[in-house]
T-cell receptor, first 112, second 114 residues
Framework: DAKTTQPPSMDCAEGRAANLPCNHSTISGNEYVYWYRQIHSQGPQYIIHGLKNNETNEMASLIITEDRKSSTLILPHATLRDTAVYYCIVRVFSGGYQKVTFGTGTKLQVIP | DTAVSQTPKYLVTQMGNDKSIKCEQNLGHDTMYWYKQDSKKFLKIMFS???????INETVPNRFSPKSPDKAHLNLHINSLELGDSAVYFC?????????????FGNGTRLTVT
């Protein structure tokens, strides 16, 4: 299984961009990179995903390096409500279906 | 409108009891999942169903038996509960099993076994 490595914690000042890195050096060519976040003990919330190209939606931007071995999630203007654990995930197939495995994630603390 | 709903939100029970957790999604998705989050906050997949058929079983003890009466529902029945079963259980769904399909999670059921 392709695994991901993330820093355990990060701080970000409110209003500044939060850049969350992720390493996935063993990623295969057909595996997507996904980002989710979990606020308190709520269910994980989907943020964004990508395969090769950079992606942007109303929540965040995803920058994937050309060799696809790492990526960065960018929250352009972090707010206090963005304080959460952020998970970088590589989708893996099992028996023809995807199997999503969550790692330990990065605990992002947005500071006033 | 709640997309993925789980009941109950909290469940406290004694060792040896049998309990069920229900999950329903109104998104029209084909694939549903059960995840377990332990005290160390690791989220681990337990089961995955596609159109009512089991497709992933991650070496979960056979005391855990998922049941999918239709593709909008995936219930989890646990027999002979043990202390180690205490955790938060999350149900999730996705449009299908393809890698381009995001997961939508419920808000979890916190199970405490005493």
């Amino acid at each position: 299984d392709a695994k991901t490595t993330q820093p355990p914690s990060m701080d970000c000042a409110e209003g500044r961009a939060a850049n969350l890195p992720c390493n996935h050096s063993t990623i295969s060519g057909n595996e997507y990179v996904y980002w989710y976040r979990q606020i308190h003990s709520q269910g994980p919330q989907y943020i964004i995903h990508g395969l090769k190209n950079n992606e942007t939606n109303e929540m965040a931007s995803l920058i994937i390096t050309e060799d696809r071995k790492s990526s960065t999630l960018i929250l352009p203007h972090a707010t206090l409500r963005d304080t959460a654990v952020y998970y970088c995930i590589v989708r893996v197939f099992s028996g023809g279906y995807q199997k999503v495995t969550f790692g330990t994630g990065t605990k992002l603390q947005v500071i006033p | 409108d709640t997309a993925v709903s789980q009941t109950p939100k909290y469940l406290v029970t004694q060792m040896g009891n049998d309990k069920s957790i229900k999950c329903e999604q109104n998104l029209g998705h084909d694939t549903m999942y059960w995840y377990k989050q332990d005290s160390k906050k690791f989220l681990k997949i337990m089961f995955s169903y596609n159109n009512k058929e089991l497709i992933i079983n991650e070496t979960v003890p056979n005391r855990f038996s998922p049941k999918s009466p239709d593709k909008a529902h995936l219930n989890l029945h646990i027999n002979s509960l043990e202390l180690g079963d205490s955790a938060v259980y999350f149900c999730a769904s996705s449009p299908d099993g393809r890698p381009s399909s995001p997961l939508h999670f419920g808000n979890g059921t916190r199970l405490t076994v005493t």
